[in-house]
């Protein structure tokens, strides 16, 4: 059979049993010649059927834009058949951009006036589809009149393309007001959904329109009311759920005239509880209509007792099977938690529980929402889940979580050593998964907890000694050490049990540090430091620090910093060891408000920020210097890292 003879049918089977790709083109590029030289001829009887083709081309994603014009013929064409085909082919090949559109205008309106409602219908749906702004200008009172007809099918039509006009031209609103208000008395469900979309259309863009229709609220919950006490109808009802599409779109609808209005708040508050509480929600349509009910009560101003019954029906949500429905719940949850803090308390184990949940989107709202509802109250228990959830969550959700632990443990800590045993236990647990400010926060705790100085010295000891990969805990582990290495070596600690350390042992420990091919030169920089400092804590280890051989190795490092200070500690020991007391006392209690907000990863800035920094004098090596200049900083120069 030639090309160009074949129906659409034959067409689409001979592409189908196309073997490749390469074969496919080939009958689809014959098959566009064939139909490109049929719509040059003057007059053919099958120019629907050409374009009908083309169409099927088009969907498969080649070149179809040579049958636009045709599409306009066919519009204009007097048979039901050919102008079907042609505002299908204007819906598909057609857009506002394109100048071709507006040659079809002058058929639309023609089309709207026509006795045959399926000639309108075709006229409404294309303007609805691909209707720029001048042709809802120019079509707009059409589309008026059409709102008033007395065919239900066309009023459908006529209001869905009244949204569309709207959308493209907000001003031209006013214009179907009162036909949208009259629409609301319809029995007809497809009509009242679309009467209601474009009520809603209509209240979002114009604060006039919203107070005029403040006044049909009476309206919309009579009609919501008879939605939720229908019996069974086998038309509407979906799942025992009398039209769920028509009663979500109302209570949108009431949650947009409700908000911040008492009247209207009032009117609507009976019937909320009504769907709130005869609502099932085993079924998917009845879990959508709940959750547009509780979108609507805590987006008025409803009474405290619906907003309890609308978190206890979220609360239900979190034991559903279904994990859309868990995650929306908790993603409602989160955004009421502030507010209704209180209620939300109440499911908080149904929370807790959904941290254990397989789906990575569920368990990081799990997370969020959990963060949220951390009080004085629950701070020991919620966590001990929280902690829990560490050392288990997934790698990307490490971040969030100890980020989340360290914000509510400083908020409502019971006690400094509880605070100073979670951070620890989050660095143990996550410590390279924290942020920046970690290592100085928790410095400054442990300066401002005096009483806890030794305690934290040798949990920080015995954990630098399990373990060194966890860059923050090592740093605020050499840290400590350096400035509480005198009572690490007592061993006599009260809170903890005793343990026997020697100056050999810690020096051992800083020197694995300084040696280790997972230290950084931030963590070397803290480390090489505890070390100079101890020298100042016990005379036994003067000799031995004296003569380390990281002194000297570090003296000619390429990092910069970790250079500058093996070299000034170097000319502590030898030139200006008279000084080396007064610049490595132990540093004084720390003020937030000096504190740094990184450890230094980069470009070395360790706790360089913790303390009152001085402007150091160039040339230090040359001449002697006053003493709180040599190190870098007052009281604690060593630590300029």
């Known amino acids: 059979m030639p090309f160009g003879s074949r129906k659409c049918q034959g067409m689409i089977r001979v592409i189908r049993s196309a073997r490749t790709q390469g074969e496919e083109r080939g009958v689809i590029q014959r098959e566009c010649a064939a139909i490109r030289a049929q719509f040059r001829q003057a007059d053919n009887g099958g120019r629907s059927h050409n374009l009908a083709k083309l169409l099927y081309v088009h969907m498969l994603g080649y070149p179809a834009h040579f049958g636009q014009m045709e599409c306009v013929r066919l519009i204009a064409s007097p048979r039901y058949n050919e102008k079907r085909v042609g505002y299908l082919g204007a819906m598909m090949l057609l857009d506002e951009n394109q100048d071709a559109s507006l040659l079809i205008t002058n058929s639309i309106k023609n089309d709207l006036a026509h006795s045959s409602q399926y000639v309108q219908s075709l006229a409404l749906c294309t303007l609805a589809c691909m209707g720029s702004a001048e042709m809802c200008r120019d079509l707009a009172p059409e589309i008026d009149r059409l709102l008033r007809a007395s065919s239900s099918y066309i009023k459908k039509k006529a209001t869905l393309c009244a949204v569309h006009i709207v959308r493209k031209v907000p001003e031209l609103g006013e214009l179907f007001t009162p036909a949208a208000r009259a629409l609301l008395a319809e029995k007809n469900h497809g009509v009242l959904h679309g009467a209601v979309i474009l009520i809603t259309e209509l209240c979002e863009r114009n604060a006039q329109t919203l107070v005029q229709f403040r006044e049909a609220v009476p309206e919309l919950v009579h009609i919501m009311r008879g939605l939720v006490t229908s019996g069974y109808s086998p038309e509407h009802t979906v799942a025992g759920i009398s039209d769920p599409f028509l009663q979500v779109r109302i209570l949108r609808l009431l949650r947009i005239l409700g908000r911040n209005n008492d009247t209207a708040s009032d009117a609507m508050n009976d019937l909320l509880a009504q769907v709130a509480t005869n609502t099932d929600s085993s079924k998917t349509a009845g879990s959508a209509v709940l959750y547009e009910t509780v979108l609507t009560v805590m987006d008025i101003k409803s009474e405290s007792g619906l907003r ?274 007064a610049v490595l006392e132990k540093m004084p209690v720390m003020d937030r408000s000096s504190m740094g907000q990184t450890n230094g990863e980069s470009g070395g800035g360790g706790v360089q920020e913790l303390e009152p920094t001085k402007p150091k004098q160039p040339e230090m090596m040359v001449a002697p210097q006053p003493a709180s200049q040599v190190g870098g900083g007052e009281g604690g120069g060593g630590h300029g890292f």
Request: contains cysteine.
């Open 308 to 581: 309890v019954l609308a978190v206890n029906i979220l609360g239900r949500f979190l034991l559903n099977n279904d994990r859309n429905i868990r995650y929306i719940s908790m993603t409602s949850l989160q955004k009421i938690v502030s507010t209704d803090h209180n209620a939300v308390q109440r499911h908080r184990g149904t929370i807790v529980d959904c941290l254990k949940d397989q789906d990575a989107s569920v368990k990081r709202r799990a997370l969020e929402l959990s963060l949220a509802l951390v009080s004085a109250i629950n701070i020991r228990s919620m966590m001990k889940e929280l902690l829990l959830f560490l050392s288990t969550c997934p790698p990307e959700l490490k971040s969030h979580a100890a980020s989340g632990i360290f914000n509510a443990a400083e908020r409502y800590s019971p006690s400094q050593r509880w605070h100073i045993d979670t951070i620890l236990h989050v660095l143990i647990t996550a410590g390279a998964d924290v942020r920046d400010e970690t290592v100085p926060n928790l410095i400054q705790l442990i300066t401002n907890a005096s009483q806890l100085h030794c305690y934290t010295v040798h949990k920080l000891y015995r954990a630098l000694v399990a373990d060194i990969s966890q860059q923050p805990l090592v740093q605020v582990a050499c840290w400590c050490i350096g400035e509480y290495g005198d009572s690490l070596l007592q061993g006599d600690c009260e809170e903890t049990e005793p343990i026997q350390v020697t100056e050999d042992d810690i020096l051992d420990a800083l020197e694995t540090v300084l040696q280790s091919h997972m230290s950084s030169p931030a963590t070397r920089g803290f480390a090489l430091t505890a070390t100079m400092k101890l020298s100042t804590r016990e005379q036994g280890t003067i000799n031995l620090i004296r003569k380390s051989y990281h002194l000297s190795i570090y003296g000619s490092c390429m990092d910069v910093e970790l250079q500058q200070r093996a070299v000034e500690y170097n000319a502590l020991f030898k030139k200006y060891d008279h000084m080396r007391a």
